[in-house]
């Protein structure tokens, strides 16, 4: 008698599916992943229409009426007096120096401000091409004290969320683009190795295994203190890119090796040769292909990282400078005035919650990729 | 035991050498020399500058400058800092004492948060307990260190107000420290480092819990470990004595490589908690472009974590006694 085990379910596949499209149907099973993977989509999203969604510019803030770490301005939906609903508007906002405790204080008024859909406001260029000067919400009024502050204002008295949203361009560029540049110098260094091997080979894995004995930290305030502190806001972008990227190709450049030295040996290689491929040809047509599964994995799991990274780094204030500005840099508004102050403007803190949720899809996304590249793993 | 020592302590030139090669390349790099914001202090004689020029080699191509500096730090002088006007050491040598006090007190609660859950939600695994951990860890891996510590003194300010108990907010030491006895004094200092320390080992050992339970999952599949049970050992003495002592070996030799980690994980929280750590005075060298102490607590970071490579090695010996055959 012959009995079929229970759990195996044969599928029909076609045949000849390639190993990607096995991987996608296993990812789209995972339903983790897919929610990790929404939700960066949402985010970049939020990135790139951050001109459109922000009620303001950048860096636009008024020199007469200082608005330094105003509260979040409630929205009303309802008339206070007749409590039937009405367009949302939000309250004047006057400002007291309260004589006991010297604290300026942020009172509302009864005059309303209403809130516009579309307003047109500050003019703006998406994706640095596409000009507009809508926005999504806005009072569309210039006077004194009618700022929607949904979460708040900041230390130059600009509104947090247009300072939020623009940010996310930052954190979110900085740290992929880092992560980008490593993959492709640990390849790179990886293939060096283990094409040239002797002296090269050498030279790199030592040079992997100093960079790893340096503290990061230090290693990247040591690179960071040969550029000058007044460079150019943009080129200091790049520098911490460039220097993020320098800090962490270690480990890639090692695995590559060690898989390269690996494959080098195998039949298909060996078959390349005798046919008469160039080395370059086996290089990029036969070996490194090899690594395609591995480098997609590891991208997606140390972006996370990379992210956290430039935070603290922006944190410190050796990241994103005045103008610009990322969620790290914002974070750091609450240690002004010491921490005990903290207390009286707990919004500051909203940034931060941007950082955890980007982290965290971008960690769901990445486990998913690697269960759904993972044989063992499959469903 | 002494031989496998005496290797691992040769092992460890190499790679010191080229770290210092390294960061004296990277300082080179930098625009000016050492002696510039020395000049541009009028404090300093043309002697002096002379002096200095001459014995650093200024005058000298890069690579013998190298030497000069190697030399002098063989000798233990690692440079003025122009900031302070003072020998390098003497400056650094305290802030670095106590960013190890913080590093040492993390660790000591990075492995009592992490041990005790990996082995928990090995030993029960798929349990509810087990999953809402799993949750809350992977929660707190997306949260930058600086960012929970923030959250974390948020809610202190508001336990602060509520009942008036005196937490420490930030520093090191309570004001009146110099008065207190030896043994207050050391109760001051660690009431100050409790709450950096086990925020910053909260937000690290969600990574190292999982990988426990999957070390401990993976020995408690294991023959021999169904043959101790077989035999009739108590629960207690297969999970600690046979699958965990086996299962931490992978983690024991990881110790060296996490210190680097651990050091720079610190750093942040030394910044937002005031604490007389390493990175604050570091980041004041960088914008006074101070290179000397830079280079001065890099080189002596970078000593101190061969030095603990080393150390998880022996322990690694003393733990699994085959390593000490090989």
Redesign the interface.
């Known amino acids: 008698m012959t009995t079929t085990a229970p759990q195996k379910k044969v599928k029909e596949r076609s045949l000849g599916q390639s190993q990607f499209s096995v991987a996608w149907g296993q990812f789209r099973k995972n339903r983790l992943a897919k929610t990790g993977g929404v939700g960066l989509i949402l985010i970049y999203l939020m990135a790139l229409f951050a001109p459109f969604l922000a009620p303001d510019s950048l860096s636009s803030y008024s020199t007469t009426d200082i608005t330094r770490f105003q509260p979040p301005t409630p929205v009303h939906f309802r008339d206070p007096q007749t409590g039937a609903l009405t367009r949302p508007y939000v309250n004047k906002f006057s400002q007291q120096l309260n004589m006991d405790t010297f604290v300026n204080e942020y009172k509302a008024t009864d005059e309303k401000c209403p809130i516009y859909f579309g307003v047109r406001g500050a003019s703006y260029k998406i994706l640095g091409f596409i000009p507009g000067n809508l926005h999504l919400y806005g009072t569309g009024n210039d006077q004194a004290g009618c700022n929607v502050f949904l979460i708040g204002g900041e230390a130059l008295g600009r509104d947090l969320l247009t300072r939020t949203l623009y940010a996310s361009q930052i954190s979110l560029t900085i740290g992929v683009g880092a992560v980008l540049a490593s993959t492709i110098i640990g390849l790179f260094m990886g293939a060096l190795a283990a094409f040239f091997g002797g002296i090269v080979d050498t030279v790199v894995m030592?040079?992997v295994?100093?960079?790893?004995?340096?503290?990061?930290?230090?290693?990247l305030?040591?690179?960071?203190?040969?550029f000058?502190?007044n460079i150019n806001p943009i080129f200091a972008l790049y520098v911490i890119l460039g220097i993020l990227a320098f800090i962490g190709w270690g480990g890639l450049a090692r695995v590559t090796r060690g898989q390269l030295l690996s494959v080098r040996e195998q039949d298909f290689v060996s078959a390349a040769r005798a046919l008469g491929a160039s080395d370059n040809r086996v290089m990029w047509r036969h070996m490194l292909p090899t690594m395609t599964t591995y480098i997609i994995v590891t991208l997606s799991l140390s972006i996370?990282g990379f992210i956290?990274l430039e935070?603290?780094l922006s944190?410190?204030?050796?990241g994103a400078v005045e103008p610009y500005v990322s969620w790290?840099s914002l974070?750091a508004q609450?240690?002004e005035g010491g921490?005990?102050s903290?207390?009286s403007r707990?919004w500051v803190?909203i940034p931060?919650f941007f950082?955890?949720?980007t982290?965290?899809c971008f960690?769901l996304l990445g486990d998913g990729l690697r269960d759904a590249f993972d044989p063992r793993k499959r469903q | 035991m002494i031989p496998f020592l005496v290797r691992r302590f040769f092992q460890a030139i190499p790679t010191l050498f080229l770290a210092s090669v390294l960061i004296f390349f990277v300082i080179s790099l930098a625009p000016g020399d050492f002696l510039t914001p020395a000049r541009l202090n009028p404090g300093i004689s043309e002697e002096q500058l002379r002096n200095l020029s001459i014995s650093f080699g200024l005058d000298k191509p890069a690579y013998v400058q190298y030497f000069y500096w190697m030399w002098n730090m063989l000798h233990g002088d690692f440079g003025t800092s122009f900031q302070y006007t003072q020998p390098v050491l003497p400056v650094i040598w305290p802030r670095i004492v106590n960013s190890v006090w913080l590093v040492l007190l993390n660790l000591v609660f990075f492995y009592a948060i992490a041990i005790p859950i990996g082995v928990y939600g090995a030993v029960r695994q798929n349990s509810f307990g087990d999953k809402s951990i799993n949750v809350v860890l992977y929660f707190l891996l997306g949260f930058p260190s600086f960012f929970l510590f923030l959250i974390v003194i948020y809610f202190i300010l508001q336990i602060r107000n509520a009942t008036g108990w005196d937490i420490p907010l930030g520093g090191m030491t309570s004001n009146n420290y110099d008065q207190l006895s030896s043994l207050a004094k050391f109760w001051d200092v660690l009431r100050h480092l409790l709450i950096p320390a086990a925020v910053l080992a909260l937000t690290d050992a969600a990574g190292l819990t999982r990988v426990i339970r999957g070390l401990m999952l993976e020995v408690m599949r294991s023959d021999y470990i169904r043959t101790a049970r077989a035999k009739g050992v108590s629960e207690r003495t297969a999970i600690w004595k046979h699958t965990f002592r086996n299962a931490i070996l992978p983690i024991v030799a990881g110790i060296g490589g996490l210190l680097p980690g651990a050091i720079s994980g610190a750093g942040f929280v030394e910044v937002v908690y005031n604490y007389p750590g390493i990175t604050p005075m570091l980041l004041t060298a960088i914008n006074a472009q101070d290179l000397y102490l830079i280079a001065g607590f890099t080189v002596i970071s970078t000593i101190l974590l061969i030095v603990g490579n080393a150390l998880s090695d022996i322990l690694l010996a003393v733990v699994d006694p085959r390593i000490k055959v090989g």
């Open positions: 030592r040079l295994e100093v960079i790893s004995a340096i503290p990061y930290l230090f290693l305030l040591l690179l960071r203190s040969v000058p502190q996370p956290l935070s603290g944190f410190l204030g050796i790290g974070l609450a240690q921490l005990s903290l207390n707990p803190l931060g950082i955890v949720f982290v965290g960690q």
